[in-house]
């Protein structure tokens, strides 16, 4: 079993408020919660920059790796307008 742990950082240069941003950040963390991911936004004050950190458990390195490929593809799939990077280790 392992602990996997995932920093999101989000560019989000068409954003201007804290309230848009909250809102696309709303919208992500509903879907990636429906992946049986454990989400934190740890978003500093700067309105068009946004970080999330996930965790999840994985039963081995495999599952790790779809469940990561499932998180990249749930995000380019409904979030392509915004520049992403995706950093994923086992603790």
Known sequence: MRLMHCHLHLDLPHIETK???RA???AL???LKTHNLSVLDIS???VKEAD???AYLALDAASAARQRD???ALIERHFCEF???LVC???
């Open 29 to 31: 963390k509903s879907r």
């Open 44 to 46: 500093g004050e700067y």
């Open 19 to 21: 309230k848009g941003r």
């Open 24 to 26: 696309v950040l709303n």
């Open 83 to 85: 520049e992403y990077e």
């Open 52 to 54: 999330l950190v996930m």
């Open 89 to 91: 280790e086992a603790l």
């Open 70 to 72: 499932a998180i990249e």
